[in-house]
């Protein structure tokens, strides 16, 4: 059985799915090797957009209102009442070696855009900080193994690799003052990732569907930022409209534990936990080219409290989606 080729992909790799800041991604299932719809061996590239903006802070599931500038308990802090816009543009690079084994480059282009105010009790003193950069992010190498079954219609797999420390960690949100640990392009560390998956093609059905699960977990630290370890589930089920038009449905479930460690721009006050719904549609524009898209609406958000007792919450997503093209050669 050929090795699995997604007909279409979103934003890679799972990120943050909070942040202090609002390091928020659109978290949709991007392996091809988890969706049942094949392709020959040789390669493929995938390019995608996806956007997310950070801008309405949580504590716990609950929404809560913007701190204010003004508060004297915060005089001389950040106050995260803005808003952080996180883009990213990613390309990946795949090989199906032959019918088992297969590998992939995913390269991320981040582009962010985060404000906040600075605290004064009065309002004229009130200070707005604001830092924009577009870099190359953390690299991902992730090999494939995939068992296929006499039948045809479904497969399994595990999918293995390392998280790259390839992205800058050292961005100033003013000079003298590094952002984030969080918010910045790369986290400084080499992470193993590992997940198994399993998809079934429905005999005489347009229809079929898939279940993945994925870790991430920060083996070799920088600076002594150890970022959380992450995990998804996905399940979904895809449905061939037409020739041409596939439609795609998601349920994105992600986890994030808590930042930690000893750096000066280390936030403790991260990690939570989602659940997504994500449809998505994929078209094809020529017999080895697809353009695809997906948007991914919350059905449940949870952000880690501060661990100083803060009233104050993280900045999570309302809304995010992603838009793509894939071509197999």
Same mark, same amino acid.
Not at 137 to 145: F, K, L, P
Not at 153 to 167: A, E, I
């Given at each position: 059985m050929k090795i699995k080729l997604l007909t279409l992909a979103l934003l890679a790799t799972a990120s943050n799915a909070y942040a202090g800041c609002g390091s928020s991604f659109c978290a949709v299932n991007t392996h091809w090797d988890t969706q049942g719809l094949a392709h020959d061996e040789g390669f493929q590239l995938d390019v995608r957009y996806a956007y997310a903006k950070a801008d309405t802070p949580r504590v716990g599931s609950s929404k809560v209102a913007k701190p204010l500038a003004i508060d004297p308990a915060l005089v001389g802090a950040e106050v995260e009442n803005q808003r952080t816009v996180n883009q990213t543009l990613n390309l990946d690079l795949a090989y199906a070696i032959n019918s088992q084994w297969g590998v992939a480059l995913d390269v991320p282009l981040v582009m962010r855009d985060h404000s906040h105010q600075i605290g004064d009790p009065n309002p004229a003193l009130v200070t707005t900080a604001q830092k924009s950069f577009s870099q190359l /992010? %953390?690299?991902?190498?992730?090999?494939?193994?995939?068992? +296929?079954?006499? %039948?045809?219609?479904? +497969?399994? /797999?595990?999918?293995? /690799?390392?998280?790259?420390?390839? +992205?800058n960690t050292t961005q100033e949100m003013v000079a003298g003052t590094q952002m984030e640990a969080g918010l910045q392009p790369g986290s400084g560390s080499t992470d193993a990732v590992l997940g198994a998956y399993h998809h079934e093609n429905f005999a005489a059905s347009a229809m079929g569907w898939f279940a993945s699960t994925q870790v991430q977990m920060a083996m070799q630290l920088k600076n002594d930022y150890r970022p959380g370890d992450e995990m998804s589930v996905d399940v979904g089920a895809h449905y061939a409209v037409s020739p041409m038009v596939t439609g795609l449905l998601q349920v994105n479930a992600q986890y994030k534990k808590a930042d930690s460690g000893t750096a000066l721009n280390m936030n403790p006050h991260t990690g939570g936990r989602s659940l997504n719904l994500s449809p998505g549609v994929s078209v094809a524009v020529a017999p080895r080219t697809k353009l695809y898209g997906f948007v991914q609406l919350p059905l449940y958000q949870y952000a880690n409290p501060d661990p100083a007792g803060s009233a104050y919450g993280q900045l999570t997503a309302r809304w995010s989606f992603s838009l793509g093209m894939n071509h197999s050669f």
């Open positions: /992010g %953390d690299v991902r190498v992730i090999g494939n193994y995939n068992v +296929g079954y006499d %039948d045809h219609l479904m +497969g399994s /797999g595990v999918r293995f /690799g390392l998280k790259l420390p390839t +992205g």
